[in-house]
């Protein structure tokens, strides 16, 4: 399917769309910088703050009654040489099978969802790539120092937990949904901005392409993020993703930041064709100064809203620019090397 | 009185005051970039730091000996047709009546001061507007779960205090002073750094003007910011604004910023007239994704220190610029449409 | 020694040079811009990742087996006519003597490590200059509320600890290394980064040259910056550096960031002949908006590399710009103005 629906597309004709959500102002104003249209797809009413971002409003609006009925404009979509740039609330509102399947060319390597979505599927991927995770516990039974539990396809950190111990965990675990217990890791957290091209050759070069790492951000969590100034008072922490800090940090550990990128970015080549643009790699960091990955995110993330006009490291990459302008000017760079098929999928 | 000190400007020589602290460097820059003459109002000699930032030293000063002189060198400010931008600090120190009766255009609606500052007649405001905010507690022998106690007109938190019940407060609130008691919101902090402008149609339209949210911040608080630091040692948290640092918020949340800060406007123009220019609404946003606003303040906020040169939202709103330059800018167009009345008083 | 090495410096043909970690991005970046060759001195192979920012890879490197062996390169570094830039890991790695010894011209005065890097001398200066710092405990026995206990020479906060009391300090310390106790200040972080010219005659001025603020951050340290989310489990706080994340002051505390800038580079002037370049004093502010100052670095510090296009001070001075960038734009001015020997050592 997806070779056709690249060779339709008119280089010269591109529309850029995403949902109205997550990272849309950066998508936009990244993707008219670079001299594309631009559609914002909406459920119900456009959004009224683009009104308040003129330099981030799209071109026009694809306004739907729901995620799921976007399936049916992809004829209307390729006819306007869309190309569709996915971030997690897309992802997650069209649900996973639906934007498999959605015959619009999208920026990226779509089969990434499947390793990315499974916990399992991604912990094998990772660990396969050499990348240091927090131990997980298989049997609520060896919980013997605190750990962490995340549901299945929980979204935004929505009822995760810590537990102390196994009575505590089963004190609070809710046995009906699918879930995973990591060993709670502590440490400072950052969240690597990595942005990944096939198609160029210069930079930190990789068996095939080269890798970029964009900025750094730590997120921020409700309400536990802020729990201590409750002193005093005892609440259960909660785990609710609610915006995003910038942070930079030591620059001697540079050196291991590129490698845990480089070496999920060459397993992906290996495991499923690859894994093409931006991409996060979501640690921890000991005082051992040794890394705990916890989670990878395989597209856009909302940290990267801090810099849309570059972050403390764009500043040296000659490009100072945001995410969603790195992603359009990668298609732009696609177009020109006539190398869409690489870039899309 | 008010329309008289506007009529008597002269559009071409206007000179843009304010007291020199608080946010003083930014609105310095911003009027002369925009084109303007400044004035740096202060009590004793002037401060040197100045020197070490050029770009944001005033033209010159007026030295006084305390702050409530200013009233008599109102005459020589008309003169100069100055415009005072008026901020926390200037405000405190004058005090509220002086403030009042300077006579000196300033920029924005004086009226807003006797709404915001009142704790009961700002909860009346924003309540009316339907901005949800944390439970008040009328009798303190209702405290059943944490509270926060705020003294009325208590400066950058000075003397708020935490109490989990009943018989903690009676420990430690202090009588002699008139309070309030809210309800202790657990999350995450979010102060919106909103702009209104009555005479730009352009934009996230109001039912008059358009409004603007240019940034965020989260303030920080000693010692309760670094609280848990002082890992098992036991010490009272105290609430003193020392600083502020950068954030974003969830796009998805976006709709619901602008929205907040759209009620509290119509509903200023509908009970005191408009509030123009900046405010801020400081909130806690919770696990539920809920906004609670525990305070409203109607000029320039400190937060607005991180962005002299813009912050990650005004990239795309066509004028990259700090609060204090989006000040001087409203003043600059003001004049252009032949309509400072409405943006002074 | 020193004279002479400046002397020989062809003041059209310097190289400026560093360690490549640390800051050695923006100081490379900043050398650049302002027209210096580059030279990044590494131990094994050059780190790949200044092929991810070109804009900071140095023109070329000097490849050693260890740091030590820098020694033995004098000759060569002096015939390309190297500025050597030092930052906390070049000192560290090369070891005080060594760099003491090196006949390598360097950026700032040498001298001033002594100074800085033993505790008492350090509080001999800035006590002597009327800075505040916290008390220092002599005798253990006299622990009576929360210390913080650092070893000498500690590197990035290892081995740091808090203790309660006196019995708590005995379990915990190590009894084989030297340490101060330090009376533990609660309240919040701020370091401030200040830049001292002793050839420019303009801004805030001292006895001899001037003194920029161009940015603050605060560390970040793992474990103990999120210890508080392991909630309800029990671990020790460890203050291992692995970060930075940008603050801003209440602006009517620069009189005072200024005062206490300028108090430490005049007794540095009186003691050793001065404290050329950046420099940080690494404060806690208390409830009381009172300074207390834990530590000085006499060099750049990491957390500039917050900033390498400017912070939000910066953008009022006039120069826009990173610390490693104002470094090389001190020597460039030093190179118009025939004054290098009054910025190197």
Sequence with gaps: MTRKLIENINPHEITIATLCSHTSLQIFHGARIEGFKTLGITVGKPPRFYDAYPGAKPDEFLVLENHKELLQHAEELREKNTIIVPHGSLVEYMGAVNYLNLEVPVFGNRRVLEWESDRKKSRQWLESAGIPMPEEITDPADIASPV??????????????????????????????????????????????????????????????????????????????????????????????????????????????????????????????????????????????????????????????????????????????????????????????????????
Tied chains: 1, 2, 3.
């Design 148 to 345: 962490i539990v995340k549901y299945y396809g929980a979204k935004g950190g929505k009822g995760f937990f810590i537990a102390k111990d196994h009575s505590d965990f089963e004190k609070q675990v809710d046995s009906t949904q699918p879930y995973t217990i990591q060993r709670f890791v502590h440490g400072t957290r950052y969240y690597f901005h990595y942005f990944y091209s096939p198609i160029t050759s210069k930079g930190y070069t990789l068996s095939k392409g080269s890798l970029e790492m964009l900025g750094i951000d730590k997120r921020i969590e409700s309400n536990v993020d802020e729990i201590f100034r409750a002193h005093g008072t005892l609440i259960e922490p909660t785990f609710v993703v609610t915006g995003n800090m910038p942070l930079v940090i030591r620059e001697s550990l540079l050196p291991e930041v590129f490698e845990m990128g480089e070496r999920v970015v060459e397993k992906s080549i290996e495991m499923f064709g690859g894994m093409t643009g931006p991409f996060c790699l979501e640690t921890v960091l000991t005082d051992k100064l040794e890394f705990k990955v916890f989670e990878i995110s395989a597209r856009i993330v909302a940290g990267t809203n801090l810099f849309p006009a570059g972050s403390p490291y764009t500043e040296y990459t000659g490009h100072n620019i945001s995410m969603g302008r790195r992603i359009a000017l990668e298609i732009k760079r696609a177009v020109e090397l006539n190398k869409l098929e690489e870039v899309l999928s």
